[in-house]
């Protein structure tokens, strides 16, 4: 028998989904996650979200007032410099910038750049800045 293990929790911190009718959506997710035991846990101008999750229409204010391409993903950085770096990395390999570094009025210390991959698709790196986490990973073992 071999143990295998997984962390969940230290990749992604938010993926967002651009949807042209959000009442209808809305319906739609909160039933769904509901069923899942997962509340929708608010909603802001033109969005809504449950954990990690963020649905929103195109001209709502995490949008950035225009659809980018299918898919809105953010990945966790562990500080300012990380995501400077990210930035820099993407745009020298083939993405083009869709917000600089600097900080976003989400939340006080809220640290972001956004660029578009190759395909149009909106890939931020953010810092959320000093915190502390109730843990690093979620860490799972199973028996394979």
């Given at each position: 028998?071999?143990?295998?293990?997984?962390?969940?929790?230290?990749?992604?911190?938010?993926?967002?989904?651009?949807?042209?009718?959000?009442?209808?959506?809305?319906?739609?997710?909160?039933?769904?996650?509901?069923?899942?035991?997962?509340?929708?846990?608010?909603?802001?101008?033109?969005?809504?979200?449950?954990?990690?999750?963020?649905?929103?229409?195109?001209?709502?204010?995490?949008?950035?007032?225009?659809?980018?391409?299918?898919?809105?993903?953010?990945?966790?950085?562990?500080?300012?410099?990380?995501?400077?770096?990210?930035?820099?990395?993407?745009?020298?390999?083939?993405?083009?910038?869709?917000?600089?570094?600097?900080?976003?009025?989400?939340?006080?210390?809220?640290?972001?750049?956004?660029?578009?991959d190759p395909d149009g698709n909106n890939i931020e790196a953010v810092y959320h800045g000093e915190a502390r986490?109730?843990?690093?990973?979620?860490?799972?073992?199973?028996?394979?």
């Amino acid at each position: 028998m071999q143990i295998c293990e997984t962390y969940r929790g230290r990749l992604i911190d938010h993926l967002q989904i651009v949807v042209p009718d959000l009442p209808r959506a809305q319906r739609f997710y909160t039933a769904v996650l509901e069923s899942l035991g997962i509340p929708v846990s608010g909603t802001g101008d033109g969005f809504f979200w449950a954990d990690e999750l963020f649905v929103s229409t195109a001209d709502g204010t995490v949008a950035q007032g225009h659809v980018t391409g299918r898919h809105h993903l953010a990945f966790q950085a562990q500080n300012r410099a990380m995501v400077d770096a990210f930035y820099q990395a993407a745009l020298a390999h083939g993405g083009s910038d869709n917000g600089a570094p600097g900080e976003r009025s989400y939340h006080p210390g809220y640290y972001a750049a956004f660029v578009l991959d190759p395909d149009g698709n909106n890939i931020e790196a953010v810092y959320h800045g000093e915190a502390r986490r109730s843990a690093p990973a979620v860490h799972i073992e199973f028996e394979a």
